[in-house]
């Protein structure tokens, strides 16, 4: 009876596990600042494991939204402030991890964000 439940059970337990998890990269996560563009973002991991990130100048919100994937130099992206919208940017890190560059959507300008400790 036992085997039968596992065997019933098994594909549900599997199909409802969170992939977002293993698809962000870790060092994503934290407090960025870019002190050229006077902004800084915020990625963080929600309690679903959602990985969603905050942007603000000053006090002015200028983008919320979250992070599907990252890999390769990729960042998927589903920004839903100011408007729903989904795009992919690249990044890269400084060899150290605390210096990261993102291209800004739709431009070939980017952010040079540095580690916020």
């Known amino acids: 009876m036992k085997t039968l ?3 019933l059970l098994f594909p549900f337990l599997i199909g409802s596990t969170t992939t977002t ?3 962000v990269e870790h060092d994503l996560i934290g407090v960025w600042h870019d002190q050229f563009n006077n902004e800084s973002v915020q990625i963080t991991r929600n309690n679903n494991f959602d990985v ?4 603000v100048s ?3 919100l200028k983008s919320k939204g979250l992070i599907l ?3 390769e130099g990729l960042i ?3 920004r839903y402030y100011p ?3 989904t795009y992919t940017l690249r990044y890269v890190f400084s060899p150290s991890k605390e210096t990261l560059v ?3 959507p739709n431009s070939k300008e980017a952010w040079v964000f540095t580690r916020y400790n």
Do not use: D, M, P, W
């Open 69 to 71: 994937t990252s890999h």
């Open 21 to 23: 998890t293993n698809e």
């Open 58 to 60: 000053g006090y002015n």
């Open 76 to 78: 998927e992206v589903e």
């Open 83 to 85: 408007q729903k919208e």
């Open 5 to 7: 439940l596992l065997a």
């Open 52 to 55: 969603q990130f905050t942007r």
């Open 102 to 104: 993102i291209t800004k």
